[in-house]
């Protein structure tokens, strides 16, 4: 049940980028644009609305690395539009504008703009426009469900590469658990904060995978087996998936300003050595035949988070919508597993023979791992018993198992503007 810490997670912590603070009190002021949709008067096919509310800080106004919204070749007025699907209050805005020298420049004016509930209001406010810099503009602090960025193109069309609209998360705390536990989960936190130095930088946990998309997780099936599989068993190893993550998504159902009630699991892909083994014809998945790394097959490296952690797809034959956030690996003659941001691997008999058990508890501890919880092969928690991330101890997600994971959102909840 060893957790594999990515390649990534390495690189990054030796880079030294820095820790934010862990998760303030209630009514903290952050940045709340990335828990909104962004859309547009019009973006450039090569461009992504969704690149100004993804918390990337541009390094210039010229950025060429990170996704970047853009209007070439409209001018005239164009807009972005900031929607929450609740009211939240904002008291200050931060924009970044694309400015490329060439087709895009900077804007002749620009303003925000609120949603009123039936038209949209200007807020008040001197509107500064530098290039390589957040332009910051304070207003008293409004509550609205949206906020819009009007710019009147100049000398060219006009783009940004990132908006932050600040405010209250307005959310009381609503950590709670029970006493007994108090004391065991601040011993894993603080255990886990000081054997990962980078635990607050990295960036592809599950619950970053689950806020990129909204509410849902895409996987893809390595089939690292000979056997063959029926439509059936796709099927169900599909459903088998989904139960097993519907269970650690149960505990997150109401609790601390989760938002979300239902987190769909779609297969979006199989990746297989030989195309006869899968025994369907239909296209409901993408199938990537023979392409082999770790000695496995491999669903496409373009299409898959773990290589493009910037959310985009550009060379994912299908887009986007047939991207994979995690795969499931599925090794014939494996006993145990392996879990991380990447995704889950266990044993294809172990699997396939559990298809209808109610806890698949080898991958619910994998998934645990996707979400950043730790193993315990060295220490127990003071006063708790046998849990699931312990390995060996249980074989279901216990009380425990759920407050740890719980904290893991408490803490990182600030990042997506809860
Ligand atoms: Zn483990």
Known sequence: MKRLTSAILGVVAALGIFLIPASPAAAAVVNLAPSATASASYTSPWESVAAIN??????????????????????????VLLTWPQARTLSSAQVYFFDDGGGVRLPASWKLQRWTGSAYADLPGTYPLAANA?????????????????????????????????????????WNPPANLVTPLNEVWQHQESTYP?????????????????????????????????????????????RQFKKWMDVMVGHNGWPYTNVPVKVVGWAVRDRAQL?????????????????????????????????????????????????????????GGAGGDWGQRIGSEYYVNSLNADNIHIL?????????LDDFYDWTPTGVGGFLMKAGSASHITDFDAWMFRDWWRHLRNRYGY
Not at 167 to 174: P, V
Not at 364 to 372: K, Q, R, S
Request: glycine share 12%; charged share 15%; proline share 5%.
């Open 279 to 335: 025994q369907w014809s239909d296209n409901s998945v993408d199938i990537y035949v023979n392409d082999i790394r770790e000695n496995a097959p491999q669903c496409a490296e373009a299409c898959g988070r773990f290589f493009n952690q910037s959310g985009n797809y550009p060379n994912c034959p299908g887009g986007a919508s047939h991207h994979y956030d995690m795969s499931l690996w599925l090794t014939a003659g494996m006993g």
């Open 364 to 372: 619910l501890h994998e998934i645990g791992h996707t979400f950043g």
């Open 134 to 174: 957040y332009n910051t503009i304070s207003f008293p602090a409004v509550s609205t469900t949206r906020l819009r960025v009007v710019l009147q193109s100049g000398t060219a069309s006009v783009g940004l590469l990132e908006v932050k609209a600040l405010g209250e998360n307005g959310q009381q705390s609503g």
């Open 54 to 79: 993804d918390g990337v800080d541009p390094p210039g106004s010229n950025d060429t690395v990170n996704p970047r919204w853009g209007t070439w070749p409209n001018t005239g007025e164009q807009w």
């Open 198 to 242: 980078n635990l607050y930088g990295f960036r592809n946990y599950g619950w970053d995978q689950i806020m990129a998309n909204r509410g849902s997780v895409n996987y893809c099936v390595r089939w690292d087996s000979g056997a063959p599989v029926s439509a059936a068993l796709r099927d169900q190893i599909h459903a088998a998936l989904a």
